[in-house]
């Protein structure tokens, strides 16, 4: 309780930790995310394979795969134990700057400079819907603690989403 620093990673503009606390994943304007023991500091991994800055890296709910997302147009999916590209999700017509799986860790929406949200199956990337209704760009999509709901935030606004039918609830 005293707030001392623990350790300070070597870089990172976004980061999450793993389910279980032990990695943290760590993103930049360097294109690059890196895995790191979030005991020791040591970094694990790389995963190379994005064309531009990350807006966002988060594990998925078992902590299997990490889910990235980039001003590349891209969110990619990728295994922790290995760090292979699993999958790469493409149709956004700008930067994807958030990414989110949902509680069950089965989908993962997407939020873009497009003014677009886009639900994806995180099993086999692909796309299963896309929520329009922004002016602007979208700048954080998440799901709900139960999974039923989506919430995005674009420009002054705040929407909230069926996460079934991609209905605008408010």
Known sequence: ???TELMTLKEGTLASYSPDGQRIVTGSVEKIPKVWDANTGTELMTLAGHGGP?????YSPDGHQIVTA????TARIWDVNTGQE??????????VWSAFYS????RIVTGSQDSTAKVWDAKTGKELMTL???DHM????AYSADGK???TTGGNAVKVWDANTGQELM
């Open 132 to 134: 329009t209704g922004h």
């Open 138 to 141: 979208i700048f954080s999509a």
């Open 1 to 3: 309780n005293t707030g």
């Open 149 to 151: 709901r989506i919430v």
């Open 103 to 106: 509680p069950d860790g089965q």
């Open 54 to 58: 990350l807006g966002s890296a988060i």
């Open 70 to 73: 980039s001003e590349d147009k």
């Open 86 to 95: 699993l999958f790469t999700l493409t149709g956004h017509d700008d930067g």
